[in-house]
Each structure stands twice: as C-alpha cells, then as structure tokens.
C-alpha cells in the first residue's frame, strides 16, 4: 500500500485489488479527508449528548450537552440551547461530524467564560474521546477523576433508567 499526498487537506490510499486470472496491476483508489491542525490530530465523532431528563424520558430534546468546570472543581454538563445544567445525557447520533471546535463554538454561543482556550480544547476533545466510548442509546453522567472527564453509564436505555 502506499501513500500519496494530494494536498494539504486530502490523502489517496492506492491499494491492490486481489483480483486472480488478471497479470496488471488492479489498483483501486480512496480518498481520506482529514482536518489540518499543523501537528495536532482533531478529535471528531458521530456521537453527541443531548439533554435528558429522567422525569421525561420520552420526551426528545435537541439540547447539546457541553462539559463546563464548575468553581470546586468538578464537572458538569451544560445546554448549548437553553443554557441550563443537566445531570444526564443522552447519547445520539448526529448527521454530520462534530469535533472539538464546533463544540467550543457553542460554548461560546452560549456566554461561558472561557479563561484558557488551550485547555478548553483539551477538554472539549477529551470529551468527545470519551462519547465515542459510550454507545448509542446510553445515559450518562459526568465526573472529573484526576483533572480528566470521565462519562459513567447510568443506564443502557432512557426506559431502563426509570426501572433503575
């Protein structure tokens, strides 16, 4: 297999085909895009939170949930919408990826202060880190071990929750 770069932004993976009876080369191609951070790889997933309320377990919410350091030095969650604390979230899927820097948009959209950008980043991309982790369908709650988040699974299903 080799590697060629195309351009800053775009890569092409020429790769043989195992295709028997034919004596030339088969090659196929595919495109890889990925984000240019100089050396810095960014940190993208599928997977968001959304608010979840365990009184409402039925109901659908599109809040994006964003973690927001509280003043003790724990971790909460926050809705990038309605700007209210949630305890849970709800692992979802979104259409398009969402890496570190569309996260920290909305936590500037919101109001949040944000004292230092670089752990800021460093945090939003610990977050999505650990929502790849977490599967789908999941509710989860937050918890800083060690200066590092952590999402706990509360339940697999929101109707598990309530039976919990």
Not at 67 to 93: D, H, N, Q, R
């Amino acid at each position: 297999m080799t590697l060629t770069i195309l351009s800053r932004y775009q890569s092409v993976v020429l790769m043989r085909l195992p295709i028997s009876g034919y004596s030339c080369e088969n090659y196929t191609k595919h495109t890889i895009n990925f984000i240019d951070r100089g050396s810095d790889i960014v940190a993208e997933s599928r997977k968001v939170l959304v608010a979840f309320d365990p009184e409402k377990p039925d109901k659908q919410s599109s809040d994006f949930l964003l973690p927001v350091p509280t003043e003790s030095g724990g971790v909460v969650f926050l809705g990038s919408k309605s700007g209210k604390i949630a305890s849970y979230g709800l692992v979802v899927m979104t259409g398009k990826s969402v890496n570190e820097n569309d996260l920290f948009a909305k936590l500037v959209d919101t109001g949040q202060k944000v004292p230092s950008v670089d752990e800021c980043l460093a945090r939003l991309s610990g977050f999505i880190e650990q929502v790849k982790t977490v599967r789908i369908g999941n509710i989860v709650e937050i918890e800083s071990v060690d200066g590092a988040l952590k999402l706990n699974v509360v339940a697999n299903t929101p109707s598990g929750f309530s039976k919990a």
